[in-house]
């Protein structure tokens, strides 16, 4: 066997590679002992045919070896693995220093370039005109943040500003503060984008320029406390800005935190029965990445006539909706879609209403249950739920 | 000022420190939290990789402490406070109750009545047991207990209930014990040995346990395939009763993993290997074990794994992710890590390898003895001093896994070398005092007295006790013959004793329940009124008779009376025999001054005794002198060598450098030694500490091409702050794991802490290895360490060797790596080969006649109970000569070592129990036979072969084993209280009447006879056929005896002994019943040719966990014997 194993298909280790690898990823692979509990459990598994090694890519990692297959970006970044990772291998951050090897070659999926390009001609990965980021807020008034007179700033993102069915979301969210009576504002046309997007497809470096950019717009706007629609952006605030900017200077909430904080208060009040079957798809960046289940559970527990039933996979066990790692702006073949399989778990469990909080969640969701034509189950958000809680008379939609 | 020491712990560790100090003339106060010791070894079903049964090799040791003079076992207790300093501290014990007196007898008529129903803790709650109960068959001590807390009449049930009470025979019950009591000890010294638990596999959710019935813990299968266990060692689902049809095995479940235990659990790798080869020995077919790296660190263990493999086991690295139920079966989910495919697969089984954790309470008790816990919850060990045995607490030490994880061997190593530490804060020894009684006169024509018990209604509801009596008084030699109802209580001792000496008995018979449990208690009796123990003979017709054959009373009572007239038979032939003091020199020889001398030489001095060290080299330090940091701990080698050096010193040592062994004879007690140096010396005992030597490479252009260097000399490099490469390339194995050569246990941490110092300066380092073995203390954190540094670690295939797997060339290491599937190179700039290790040749090993193992190191007596002691009694073994092993292991086997000799120089004398073999000098041709056949190298040639007289028996080494006897042809060698003539006689008579309808089986002491005595006590029922005769050892089994029995017309003849498979042996006399299979075979032929049908003459192993085994084979012998009387019916002798 010995002889002749060095050849020309042989790969050599590259030095130089690896060490740039552990300062993108500060050296998350290298702890990894190649158990593959990462790929056993990666719901990739179940949705496709073929092994899709996650362990593989660590070692790869490990090596500072380039991987070009196609696999490399299927992941959504859902962090099934590193709950179950024995030694601790912060997995998603291996993936994207992984990408951003790729993005240096220039052999990146089709469609991501665009992706970055959108960002930094229109402040969105959407690629959305920048003067109507705050078209959503219509007749409703918002004021523009001011530190002096807000105790918050609502960031709203780039999905809620944009996509049709998320600016429901803020619009309920709205409604839910103002019933609060609570202080806050917004940044209108001029609210930055956090970068998440950059970031979920592995462009570490064009993420901290984001970022760096987006601090400052935040410094000279005085934000100190912001909370979010989306989870992704909540991530990057809280997890990645900052490791980027090498302070710790924002205090970034969820939404559903900061409903659940004044429920507690008792300044929120969700008093009209919703009488519903309800059950609450957990979003991979609040629970696994960040830890939180209660909230949005106290939310709905708050609500009388709701019942809340739990699928076979919740809280951190919960199963990823497809949309995260940059997935939203990659096309999934059908059959493959793992919003289908949570749609079918919403069904077992008898749930008439499956309620996320995640723009990305509700729209993976929605597609599912359009696709599969299924006519019994409705997609909803936390804030959109509460909302039916707070008035007598509201519909379902607006 | 105290001649006691504390043993915290009756697990095998505390054991064996508790034995050790006992033998030394220590006073040992043995505290047990446990109703019985004996630990999680008594549990076990058996032992890796020698498959020796775990409770017949631990049982022994068990009943040893219990009718040790000197040691007080104080169960149900825990200490509550320790005050005082080294030699003089003072303990507080709180014991419980146990609410039945020493009276019991053990008869469990009360477990029959009681009606709580419980889940027994000792079959993992796979079994029931009641509130009042026994754990486990060999329970030490015997009595039952009420497991209060349970029982009806405590709170919250306060139901008055006293079924127990009114069936008890000797009224032993007694509900108004006082709970709990107090008591206050003096101790010089404490062992801590409290053992360990295992982390509850619930906390591990994606692993289903509690989701499914049929995923368990491996001791819960433990218990499944152990004959004495729920299923009587079946393996079946607790789902649905029936077999499973493919199993798996998961280890590192919780260690490992950062989320629970970081460190690696050590034995798990191996019990599960074990658990496979056993799944597969039950007749499963399909068998995966689901693995990360294996970790056959120890001695055998490497090719036990080969083995296990090439029975068919399926060895695949991965690990789950997820384990569910999927309707009746088990749905696992992993990735095949060497083909990269993610698996989806059912099983019937699933056994989940859980981690070793610190005992529970353990941090309570160190609180209360004052000593610190490491960051794991395991005893800090104050490693630069001892190995792990010392503590943080001077005087107080640890053993076993208290201080971490370890298998068993390394347990009784470190329970032997906390003896020795413990002895040294003791001021005084104590050795018990005879009671001078005036001897019987008269003991020459025998006179034989019976005694016919009736255990209440355990023989009597069963046999008919007076017609057993009135038969015993027409034997002849029988003066006096009587019936009792429990003739173990103490007014019942009282009577056999006035009988004695009214009717001038001197032979005793008591046909009662086991010598095993019994015996002790009844020459007591003998001693108390002057007649020497060994005129006693018991007839185990409880056991033995009554409780296996209750539904046949009558064919029980005939029994019955068989068995006496056996006992009467041996009786009258029994001999006094004296214990016998052989001269012994107290003082030591230790032969090599590495660590492991250095260690036990300064460990026997301080214990007293005159110590010489002798070392070839100019300097101490041996191996370790070549080393700069020691790992995983980091302690810098010539700290080390500086402290010991020092402890050497201080304790005086006499130390003889430059200096070897030029001849070295004698026997245990006086071996007398000449030096190099042209001086002698007389020793008692002898520590061979002569260590390894590294394996010097031939691999990869090693000395020809200076790129490529050993790890010996990369320390060197390292310590001279002089390592010019870069690129630096480490090759695990070089030397190890190859052939017959195992894995040499120290290097993986070794190598792993030098890498990481490497990469701390900045270099590039990679590892190519096989299994990576960090299984030490720490070591698996440091591998985690070396990691997260940047050190990059690669695999090659573990059946390869490294010049068959991996090719060195212009700079590049070749290699195909597992993790990817790919071919890769690795720019290397520096070699560096990791070498295993190789023997030391020395002159001393066919002086002391010691026995090297297959991969040419030192053969320990037994591999599991025995390491740091030789077949030559008298030589202990540490170190590395034994087997690779790293520093701490050395030290801790060195002291080990030093607590054994030091042991038996304590007292002297050497005390020898007076069943060695006797040698009839008129009647020896000087064949020699008997000389190669001894398994302790016991007899010894003195004059020229076939010349009358030319052996000597050396009583010092013998071990009674009586393996001679048989062996000799011309009866001059006989083993005393089992001489030929004795069971003969015993034959004589179970076949004097209907001999045709007997079968006749011969048991060894301490397995096949325990196994027949479990029948008794798990009741289960068999033909009413065999007789039983006991002997030390079934290679006591000579040709005549089976001649003879076939001659006075037996039906049958079984030969059973200790367990012999092609793993190990149980038994108890070095393998010795090797012989015994050999023998067989040979009387077989010659049988045949005397047209006694084969199946008439059977051989069956049995182990001491094995009632049902025994009733199953007596089942089947009975039917051979029902066969052959009804072919050839036997006509009546005119």
């Known amino acids: 066997m010995a002889k002749g194993m ?101 052999q990146t999926p089709k469609g991501l370039p665009s992706l970055l390009w959108s960002i930094h001609w229109n402040n969105n990965p959407w690629t959305q005109p920048p003067s109507l980021r705050s078209a959503w807020v219509g007749d409703l008034h918002i004021p523009i943040y001011d530190p002096g007179q807000h105790e918050i700033l609502l960031y709203v993102g780039c999905t809620a500003s944009y996509d049709r069915r998320a600016q429901q979301v803020a619009r309920s969210l709205v409604s839910l503060f103002d019933a609060a009576d609570t202080s806050f504002g917004f940044l209108g046309d001029e609210e930055p984008c956090c970068g998440e997007a950059a970031l979920s497809v592995g462009h570490k470096p064009y993420f901290q320029e984001i970022a760096a950019d987006t601090f400052h717009r935040f410094q000279e706007k005085g934000v100190r406390h ?7 952006c909540y991530d990057v605030f809280r997890n990645h800005y900052p490791a980027a900017m090498g302070q710790n200077c924002l205090e970034a909430h969820h939404y559903t935190q900061c409903l659940a904080h004044l429920l507690r208060e008792e300044r929120l009040h969700l008093d009209n029965p919703v009488e519903r079957r309800v059950t609450f798809h957990d979003p991979c960046y609040l629970s696994r990445h960040n830890d939180e289940t209660a909230a949005p559970r106290q939310i709905l527990q708050a609500i009388p006539g709701l019942k809340l039933v739990e699928m076979a996979h919740s809280g951190i066990d919960a199963l990823c909706c497809g949309g995260g790692g940059g997935r939203m702006w990659l096309e999934t073949e059908p059959g493959q879609r793992f919003a289908d399989r949570r749609v079918q778990e919403a069904l077992a469990a008898e749930a008439e209403v499956i309620v996320s909080a995640c723009p990305f969640c509700i729209a993976c969701l929605e597609d599912s249950v359009k696709a599969q034509g299924i006519q019994n189950l409705v997609v909803m958000d936390v804030a959109e739920v509460a909302v039916l809680a707070l008035k007598t008379e509201m519909s379902t939609r607006e | ?469 009135d038969f015993a008084k027409t034997l002849p030699g029988v003066v ?254 070089v030397g190890a794991r190859q052939g017959n050569i195992g894995c040499a246990r120290y290097c993986c941490t070794s190598m792993i802490s030098q890498a990481l110092q490497l990469r701390k300066m900045g270099k590039m380092v990679r590892i190519v290895s096989k299994d990576i073995r960090t299984y030490s203390r720490q070591a698996e954190e440091l591998y985690e360490q070396a990691m997260a540094a940047g050190v990059q670690f690669f695999r090659y295939d573990s059946a390869c060797s490294p010049q068959q797997a991996l090719e060195f060339d212009e700079g590049h290491l070749g290699l195909f790596d597992q993790f990817l599937g790919v071919n890769l190179r690795i720019p290397t700039d520096m070699l560096v080969l990791v070498s295993g290790m190789r023997p030391t040749a020395d002159n001393l090993t066919d002086q002391l006649k010691l026995a090297r193992s297959e991969d040419g190191s030192l053969m320990e007596l037994h591999p599991k109970l025995g390491p740091a002691e030789t077949t030559t009694q008298g030589v202990y073994l540490a170190g590395t000569s034994q087997g690779a092993k790293d520093v701490r292991e050395s030290m801790a086997q060195a002291l080990a070592a030093a607590g054994k000799a030091g042991a038996l120089l304590a007292r002297g004398v050497i005390e020898k ?31 020229p072969v076939g010349k009358e007289g030319t052996i000597k028996i050396l009583e010092a080494a013998c071990m009674g084993c009586g393996t001679c006897a048989a062996e000799c042809n011309f009866q001059a060698i006989d083993m005393p209280y089992f001489t030929r003539e004795q069971i003969l006689a015993q034959i004589d008579a179970a076949l004097a009447e209907k001999p045709e309808e007997k079968c006749l089986v011969f048991t060894c002491n301490w397995c096949s006879y325990a196994g027949a005595d479990l029948a008794g006590i798990e009741k289960r029922q068999y033909p009413t056929s065999a007789r039983i005769i006991r002997t030390m050892c079934s290679a006591r089994f000579e040709e005549e005896f089976v001649s003879r029995s076939f001659e006075r017309g037996a039906g049958a003849v079984l030969i059973t002994g200790c367990r012999l498979t092609d793993t190990g042996s149980d038994c108890h006399y070095n393998y010795a019943n090797k012989l015994t299979l050999k023998r067989f075979n040979h009387w077989q032929r010659k049988m045949r040719r005397k047209k006694i049908e084969p199946e008439r003459l059977q051989l069956q192993w049995i182990s001491a966990a094995e009632g049902k085994e025994f009733a199953e084979k007596i089942t089947e012998m009975d039917e051979v014997v029902r066969r052959h009387a009804r072919v050839c019916p036997v006509v009546e002798e005119p």
Request: glycine fraction near 8%; charged fraction near 20%; proline fraction near 5%.
């Open chain 2, 480 to 733: 006096f013959a009587a019936d009792q109802m429990f003739s173990c209580a103490g007014n019942t001792q009282k009577e056999i004793e006035e009988a004695i000496q009214r009717e001038n008995i001197n032979r005793v018979v008591v046909a009662a329940c086991s010598p095993k449990t019994h015996e002790s208690i009844f020459k007591g009796v003998l001693i108390r009124v002057g007649l020497n123990p060994y005129l006693l003979e018991m007839s185990n017709i409880r056991n033995m008779d009554s409780w296996v054959h209750k539904f046949d009373k009558e064919a029980a009572t005939s029994k019955a009376m068989d068995m006496v007239s056996m006992a009467v038979e041996k009786a009258q032939r029994l001999q006094p025999l004296e214990i016998s003091h052989l001269p012994l020199a107290q003082s030591a020889l230790v032969i090599g001054g590495g660590i492991a001398g250095m260690t036990a030489a300064s460990a026997l001095a301080r214990q007293g005794f005159e110590t010489h060290l002798l070392e070839k080299n100019a300097h101490l330090g041996g191996q370790v002198d070549l080393l700069n940091l020691i790992a995983p701990a980091g302690i810098k080698a010539s700290d080390l060598l500086v402290s010991r050096s020092l402890d050497l010193i201080q304790s005086g040592v006499h130390l003889h450098l430059c200096t070897t062994v030029e001849t070295i004879g004698g026997v245990v007690g006086d071996f007398r030694v000449q030096l190099s140096n042209g001086e002698k010396l007389q020793v008692g005992a002898i520590v061979v500490a002569t260590g390894a030597e590294a394996y010097r490479p031939v691999e990869f252009g090693y000395g020809d091409d200076p790129a490529v260097i050993t790890n010996l000399d990369l320390e060197t490099l390292i310590a001279h702050d002089d390592v010019s490469a870069e690129r630096i390339t480490f090759i695990s194995c």
């Open chain 2, 913 to 943: 129990a007076p069943l060695t073999a006797q040698f009839i000098e008129e009647l020896c041709i000087g064949c020699m036979r008997c000389v190669k056949v001894c398994p302790y190298s016991a007899i010894e040639q003195i004059g």
């Open chain 2, 1 to 469: 000022m105290s001649d006691s020491v504390l043993v915290i712990g009756g697990g095998i560790a505390g054991i064996q420190a508790s034995l050790d100090l006992a033998e030394a003339g220590a006073r040992v106060v043995l505290v047990e939290r446990e109703p019985t010791i004996g630990g999680i070894m008594a549990v076990l079903d058996k032992n890796f990789p020698t498959l020796d049964c775990s409770i017949c090799i631990e049982a022994p040791k068990m009943s040893e402490v219990d009718l040790h003079p000197n040691i007080e076992i104080l169960s149900l207790a825990e200490v509550e406070s320790v005050t005082g300093d080294p030699g003089d501290f003072r303990v507080e014990i709180r014991q419980r109750a146990r609410f039945v007196t020493d009276e019991c007898t053990r008869c469990s008529d009360c477990t029959s009545v009681c009606p709580v129903v419980l889940p027994n803790e000792y079959d993992s709650g796979m079994a029931t047991r009641k509130a009042i109960y026994t754990p486990i068959p060999q329970s030490t001590p015997g009595p039952y207990l009420i497991d209060m807390a349970q029982c009806l009449n405590e709170p919250p049930n306060f139901l008055p209930c006293d079924r127990c009470y009114q069936v008890c025979p000797p009224k032993s019950i007694d509900f108004l014990m006082h709970k709990e009591r107090f008591v206050t000890r003096q101790v010089a010294a404490i062992v801590v040995a409290a053992g360990y638990s295992m982390l509850d596999p619930r906390k591990l959710r994606e692993f289903g346990y509690g989701a499914h019935p049929d995923i368990l813990t491996a001791m819960e299968f433990e218990r499944l395939i152990n004959s004495a266990g729920p299923t009587g060692g079946e393996i079946i689902r607790p789902s649905d009763g029936r077999h499973p049809g493919n199993i798996l095995f998961v280890l590192c479940v919780g260690s490992r993993d950062r989320r629970f235990y970081r460190y690696c659990s050590r034995f798990c790798c191996m019990y599960s290997i074990k658990h496979a080869y056993q799944a597969i020995d039950h007749g499963l077919e399909e068998v995966t074990v689901l693995y990360m790296d294996i970790r056959a660190y120890g001695k055998g263990f490497d090719s036990f794994w080969s083995r296990t493999n090439e029975a068919g086991a399926r060895f695949v690295r991965g690990r789950p992710s997820r384990i569910i139920p999927n309707g009746e079966s088990i749905q696992v989910v992993y990735e095949d890590t060497e083909n990269t495919t993610r698996v989806e697969e059912n099983y019937d089984m699933v056994i989940l390898a859980n981690a070793v954790i610190p005992s529970h309470g353990l941090s309570e008790l160190t609180e209360r003895l004052g000593i610190e816990l490491d960051e794991d919850g395991f005893i800090r060990a104050q490693e630069s001093q001892s190995g792990l045995v010392a503590t943080t607490r001077p005087g107080i030490y640890a053993a076993g896994c208290v201080a971490g994880p370890k298998d068993i061997p390394d347990s009784v190593a470190e329970g032997s070398g906390a003896a020795a530490l413990a002895l040294s804060h003791m001021t005084e020894r104590y050795w018990p005092e005879l009671p001078d009684i005036e001897p019987m006169a008269e003991i020459e024509s025998p006179r034989v007295g019976v005694f016919v018990c009736h255990c209440g209604s355990n023989i009597a509801g069963v046999v008919d006790v007076e017609q057993v009596v």
């Open chain 1, 226 to 232: 912001l909370v979010t629609i989306s989870p992704h």
């Open chain 1, 6 to 106: 060095i050849d020309e298909d042989s790969v050599v280790i590259d030095d130089e590679r690896w060490l740039e690898l552990v300062e993108l990823t500060n050296g998350a692979a290298t702890i990894c002992y190649q158990c593959g509990a990462c790929t056993a459990i990666c719901p990739w598994g179940e949705a496709r045919e073929g092994t899709v090694s996650i362990r593989a890519m660590m070692r790869q990692a490990q090596l500072g070896l380039m991987d070009r297959s196609e696999e490399l970006w299927l992941c959504t970044t859902c962090a099934q693995c590193e709950a179950h990772c024995p030694r601790g291998v912060n997995i998603a951050d291996v993936i994207r220093g992984l990408r951003y090897l790729v993005w240096q070659q220039h």
